[in-house]
């Protein structure tokens, strides 16, 4: 079960963690990350991208299912 809108974020190399509405996660730049909803959950996010040198907004490779499900409820 979740709350409405809870979701995860999660920077490579590190744990997960949960997202509620309302929560504000600051990511810094060439920081490779993911963040989705939890399973059974919807989920939206609003994005800010700050303008700079070296920096850029790039979507890499989904997440499989294995690392989604791998996940704790």
Not at 46 to 53: I, K, R, T
Request: hydrophobic share 35%.
């Amino acid at each position: 079960m979740c709350v409405e809108g809870e979701g995860r974020y999660q920077e490579e190399g590190k744990p997960a963690q949960s997202l509620v509405p309302g929560d504000i996660v600051e990511i810094p730049a060439n920081v490779k990350h993911w963040h989705g909803a939890k399973a059974g959950c919807w989920f939206s996010h609003l994005a800010f991208e700050l303008p700079g040198e070296k920096r850029s907004n790039e979507w890499l490779e989904p997440v499989t299912e294995e690392a989604y499900n791998a996940l704790e409820a």
